[in-house]
């Protein structure tokens, strides 16, 4: 059974960074093609950045590319996956989940199986 479980969320100014972390375990994940979404207070939840399973393919949604990182170390069973987060903005609050795919390549930010419970990211003076 695959699990998922972020950490790392706070609350920052804006202009600051934070680094989120997610501990994957179970299934295939150390292959699946990996991802971070998020959702605001009354939006729906959108892609922010996957990774392949190699991690040789990177994928992010237009508003944070430039200021956003997702990275991923693999080990056997495992994979710590991460999101290094830049000038943040307030448009980039939000509740963050990480999620694994039921495949090894990026599959047009679809095809995530499993998701974690989210961890909160709040930008804000």
């Known amino acids: 059974q695959v699990q998922l479980v972020e950490s790392g969320g706070g609350l920052v100014q804006p202009g600051g960074s934070l680094r989120l972390s997610c501990a994957a375990s179970g299934g295939t994940v150390s292959s699946s093609a990996m991802g971070w979404f998020r959702q605001a207070p009354g939006k729906e939840r959108e892609f922010v950045a996957g990774?392949?399973?190699?991690?040789?393919?990177?994928?992010?949604t237009d508003s944070v590319k430039g200021r956003f990182t997702i990275s991923r170390d693999n080990a056997k069973n495992t994979v710590t996956l991460h999101l290094q987060m830049n000038s943040l903005k307030p448009d980039d609050t939000a509740l963050y989940y990480c999620?694994?795919?039921?495949?090894?390549?990026?599959?047009?930010?679809?095809?995530?199986?499993?998701w974690g419970q989210g961890t909160q990211v709040t930008v804000s003076s």
């Open positions: 990774i392949s399973g190699s991690g040789g393919g990177t994928d992010y």
């Open positions: 999620a694994a795919s039921k495949y090894a390549l990026l599959n047009n930010r679809g095809g995530y199986a499993y």
